[in-house]
């Protein structure tokens, strides 16, 4: 008989003083090892130092040859890894803390967990759900996946447990832990954070070959950046042809304007002085309208990654409502020294004042996985100098099309 009092995540749990009073018996063995997961002891213990809070700041970066901990910006690019990692090797889950109600167990239509544009299902049957048919496409919890073992798990830490960077300390939100049966009777909130901790722990172990993290909570996931190895994207950002010779102008070249365009806020002063050209990717039927400009900032990192060469169309007018578009507005600033840029997802609304007055409101979103960038909002005179420069057609891609 084996205890890990470690593993224990719920009330209802036999507690560790009754397995110590078994101390006394001469048939009580002590397991000493953990074989499961590949990298072994060490990995054990780094988790346990890393949810205590006891690992230094000149600690480095958890590294093992034979295993693969990887920490995740992007959720969807965690899901796509964990599949691929699925197809591979078999046995490669999602599992999540229990930060989100389980609605579709009664309505199989609604979605349970909704992380930015990401909609996700808790586990649609709670027996043997690893080896059930749809595993791959749901998320499983504590409760289906103790006990088993997987070539690699991708965890999501939910809103349910935080990090605080002044006390330097993991904390809990109870409010958004949903486990009714993991919080029953428990008053005292450090025993709250124990099976909390407890429950992310058992579930780091299950992945004997790796295992994938993505925290929901930003301070969270800062956290475990100093750590962690972060999940470097396949993306990259081809290089392109700028022609010094034998240009032919929107036959085998297409214009580059060097705005500088931010993805972030409004870039800095620039001026469009100059106008360089770009060999036009073979087979392409080029447009008078297109030209390309270089996107940098995170602020559209769902669809355009920073640093990426993107192909715009000019701006011919009619609606441009959920558009990703290039804008450039001077209210800021002096318009005598230059414009700044910027590029969002477009909408447009018109309201009438108490007085019956018509107004018109611009907002400029951002499409990010980090939720720290904020919507721009532009009114009334901020809207004078607000200019529509282009449409967002296509990134340039690795293959050297668009």
């Given at each position: 008989?084996?205890?890990?009092?470690?593993?224990?995540?719920?009330?209802?749990?036999?507690?560790?003083?009754?397995?110590?009073?078994?101390?006394?018996?001469n048939a009580t063995l002590k397991l000493k090892s953990q074989f499961r997961v590949k990298a072994g002891n060490d990995y054990v213990e780094f988790i346990n130092l890393l949810l205590k809070n006891k690992l230094n700041k000149t600690s480095e970066k958890?590294?093992?040859?034979?295993?693969?901990?990887?920490?995740?910006?992007?959720?969807?690019?965690?899901?796509?890894?964990?599949?691929?990692q699925n197809d591979n090797h078999g046995l490669a889950r999602i599992i999540a803390g229990f930060s989100w109600k389980w609605v579709s167990k009664y309505d199989s239509n609604l979605k349970d967990i909704k992380i930015g544009n990401c909609e996700l299902t808790w586990n649609s049957v709670d027996k043997d759900w690893i080896n059930s048919d749809n595993a791959i496409n749901e998320v499983g919890c504590?409760?289906?996946v103790q006990g088993y073992d997987l070539n690699y798990c991708a965890i999501i830490f939910g809103n349910e447990i935080s990090y605080d960077p002044i006390s330097k300390k993991i904390f809990i939100k109870p409010e958004y832990y949903f486990d009714k049966n993991g919080k029953k009777s428990i008053k005292d909130p450090k025993d709250l954070k124990s099976y909390i901790i407890n429950i992310y722990k058992t579930i780091m172990l299950r992945g004997i070959k790796g295992t994938y993290i993505y925290a929901c909570d930003e301070n969270l996931q800062k956290y475990f950046e100093t750590y962690i190895n972060k999940f470097q994207s396949k993306i990259s950002i081809p290089d392109i042809v700028f022609l010094t010779y034998d240009i032919k102008p929107f036959?085998?070249?297409?214009?580059?304007?060097?705005?500088?365009?931010?993805?972030?806020s409004f870039s800095e002063l620039q001026q469009i002085d100059e106008m360089q050209w770009v060999k036009a990717p073979d087979n392409f039927k080029i447009n008078k309208d297109?030209?390309?400009?270089?996107?940098?900032?995170?602020s559209m990192n769902k669809i355009i990654p920073n640093g990426s060469y993107c192909i715009?169309?000019?701006?011919?007018?009619?609606?441009?409502?959920?558009?990703?578009?290039?804008?450039?507005?001077?209210?800021?600033?002096?318009?005598?020294?230059?414009?700044?840029?910027?590029?969002?997802?477009?909408?447009?609304?018109?309201?009438?004042d108490e007085d019956g007055f018509e107004h018109r409101s611009i907002t400029l979103k951002p499409k990010s996985y980090d939720s720290s960038f904020a919507n721009l909002e532009l009114t009334n005179d901020e809207l004078e100098t607000f200019k529509v420069v282009g449409v967002f057609e296509q990134i340039i891609t690795n293959s050297g099309s668009f």
């Open positions: 008989l084996f205890y890990d009092e470690n593993q224990s995540i719920k009330p209802t749990d036999i507690s560790a003083e009754i397995f110590k009073s078994l101390i006394k018996h958890f590294h093992h040859n034979s295993y693969n901990l990887l920490l995740f910006d992007n959720l969807e690019e965690m899901i796509e890894q964990i599949k691929i504590i409760h289906t036959i085998n070249a297409i214009p580059f304007y060097d705005l500088r365009a931010s993805a972030g297109y030209f390309i400009c270089q996107i940098v900032g995170e715009f169309s000019k701006d011919s007018g009619g609606s441009r409502n959920g558009k990703i578009v290039l804008v450039e507005s001077s209210n800021i600033q002096d318009s005598d020294f230059g414009s700044s840029y910027t590029v969002k997802e477009y909408h447009s609304t018109k309201y009438a």
